[in-house]
Nanobody
Framework: VQLQASGGGLVQAGDSLKLSCEASGRPFSNYAMGWFRQAPGKEREFVAAISRSGRKTGYADSVKGRFTISRDNAKNTVYLQMDTLKPEDTAVYYC??????????????????????WGQGTQVTVSS
């Protein structure tokens, strides 16, 4: 699976951004999808994940209530709507795919090591 993330940019605190990640190469509906981020000098951390069907989602506590993950299996795309952005959200954001066929349509994982494919990352910078 090839993943192409887009939508990052420079915004002010309180603004919104919507990230997109388009997949190609394998049946998209076989994969649970996740968004992760990595700030300078820090480890890559979980942001949000969504099951193959899109019916189950999970979020890091730091973004719960502000970020929304969704997917459109017909368009092979997963999205991350980010509202009320804070300077501490500044990071490179990565989308990732976890082959989950056979794990149930409600399965997703927050663990970095469980993901099989990664996109190239898109920079999000939030100024105060």
């Amino acid at each position: 699976v090839q993943l192409q993330a887009s939508g990052g940019g420079l915004v002010q605190a309180g603004d919104s951004l919507k990230l997109s990640c388009e997949a190609s190469g394998r049946p998209f509906s076989n994969y649970a999808m996740g968004w992760f981020r990595q700030a300078p000098g820090k480890e890559r951390e979980f942001v949000a994940a969504i099951s193959r069907s899109g019916r189950k989602t999970g979020y890091a506590d730091s973004v719960k209530g502000r970020f929304t993950i969704s997917r459109d299996n017909a368009k092979n795309t997963v999205y991350l709507q980010m509202d009320t952005l804070k300077p501490e959200d500044t990071a490179v954001y990565y989308c990732a795919a976890d082959f989950a066929y056979g794990s149930g349509s409600l399965y997703y994982t927050p663990h970095v090591g469980d993901y099989d494919y990664w996109g190239q990352g898109t920079q999000v910078t939030v100024s105060s």
